[in-house]
């Protein structure tokens, strides 16, 4: 008796756990960079994807079949969120680049 009863609450908590899990997939709020629906006019799914859609990359599915299909071009491709473009990327890593330099410099 006490084995069905574990067995039986196991099953009821799987259950309710995946069910969690596959919820997820549209549960999480839209995106915080809204500028680059704006912005854009070919903004990444992967912008507004949820959690469980980037963990899986479900969201890059799309640009895959057209891959597969035939061969992408420049206009297939996604724009990049504005925290993901060269200026800003460059201006961190340039930031980080001088940090080593003078602690290299120090050192000597």
Known sequence: P????NATLFSVEFGLVTANFFLHFWADPSPK????????????PGVGSSFPNK???????SILKKGW???????DLYDLK?????????SQWEKQWKK?????MRKR
Do not use: A, H
């Open 33 to 44: 960079e809204k500028s680059l629906k704006m912005q854009s006019d070919n903004p990444s």
């Open 55 to 61: 963990m899986t990359f479900t969201w890059f599915g």
């Open 2 to 5: 006490g084995q069905v009863i």
């Open 100 to 104: 080593c330099e003078e602690e290299k």
């Open 82 to 90: 504005p925290s993901e473009q060269t200026g800003v990327i460059y």
């Open 69 to 75: 299909k035939r061969p992408l071009n420049q206009n």
